[in-house]
């Protein structure tokens, strides 16, 4: 009888002290719990999370009512394709508000998961059906430009909205109703921060979220591509040096 107690005693003993010491052990801190593990910033490649993350501060929630072109048009994923807005997610735009996010240019993300986003891009927002039949001009300039032809042009198709010499103006009826101003179009502190090309952009894919039309526009022509680039040209040669207010004279210079 003794013995069996005895040995009873030591096994209760031994399974408490293990029990313990399992429990002890789940305690640990540092030790991973149960639940799923934290995926590595650089294994993300679920498209909501990236554009959150890296694109939504610029280009909108959604991909409209954003600083930048609106990521959410179908006649802007048209004209860029996905191979374009892969190199420029990559590499960004070189002296523009457009940076780079690959790692291979400075950037914090991988190529996959640039690739991810270029493609979310596509299948998120693209229709193909947006263009209606119409040949969109080319993304890119071949034409020379002429300032004077772009100046008749401006003040056919973009005048109304955008004022006689592109200094803006009242927003009409068709403006977004919060805005009580359409902005400069060639005040020169603008035109540092923005692209020929990211102009070219939105004078072909307009700007949908600002009720901007796109090159097809309110006449019955739509815009040819000699046009586009004349425009585009008379706007560019807005451009300053330095633009922005000059600092005033400090003591030593006016002594």
């Known amino acids: 009888m003794t013995c069996t107690f005895r040995t009873r005693t030591i096994f209760c003993a031994l399974l408490t002290a293990a029990c313990a010491a399992g429990i002890g052990c789940g305690r640990i801190p540092g030790r991973p719990g ?109 034409l020379p430009g002429n300032t004077d032809h772009g100046l008749q042009a401006y003040g056919v198709f973009c005048a109304r909205c955008h004022g006689a010499s592109g200094e803006g103006g009242p927003a009409d009826g068709k403006a977004d109703s919060s805005r ?34 796109d090159w097809r526009g309110d006449s019955q022509h739509p815009m040819t591509d000699q046009q586009i680039t004349d425009i585009l040209a008379w706007i560019a040669s807005k451009r300053v040096a330095n633009p922005g207010q000059p600092y005033g004279a400090g003591p030593h210079e006016s002594e």
Request: aromatic share 4%; with cysteine; charged share 15%.
């Open 180 to 213: 009580a101003k359409l902005g400069s179009i060639v005040d020169p502190s603008y035109l540092a921060l923005i692209s020929d090309q990211n102009l070219r952009s939105i004078v072909i894919a307009g700007r949908p979220d600002e009720a901007m039309p």
């Open 34 to 142: 149960p639940g799923p593990e934290v995926v590595r910033p650089e294994e993300v490649v679920d498209f909501p999370a990236l554009y959150s993350q890296n694109c939504a501060g610029c280009h909108g929630a959604n991909g409209v009512n954003g600083a930048a072109i609106a990521l959410a048009n179908p006649t802007y994923i048209a004209l860029a394709g996905e191979d374009r807005m892969r190199n420029v997610i990559a590499k960004g735009v070189a002296g523009k508000l457009m940076p780079p996010f690959a790692k291979s240019s400075g950037g914090m993300l991988t190529d996959a998961q640039v690739s991810a986003l270029a493609a979310g891009i596509v299948k998120q927002w693209s229709n193909t059906g947006a263009l209606a039949g119409e040949t969109l001009p080319p993304y890119l300039a071949t």
